[in-house]
């Protein structure tokens, strides 16, 4: 949203009653969960892919650029 995460909400969510991420964005006006959706799919202009080994493969980093992406760095 323009007014950005409510972190706050987002800690009960998840610490607090262990409900899924899905849950943030019914009780977020503005917000909207893709099922299954592939993080590489959104438009943006950087790409910071961390935490895990080989999480971005040629077909994601093609799919950034066609989204817009104009630079991707290691996160971690």
Known sequence: TPEGVDIELLKDIKEVRRARLSDYA???????????????EVEADVALPCATQNELDGESAIMLADNGCRYVAEGA
């Open 26 to 40: 019914k009780e977020t006006d503005g917000v909207t969960y893709h099922e299954g959706g592939n993080i590489w």
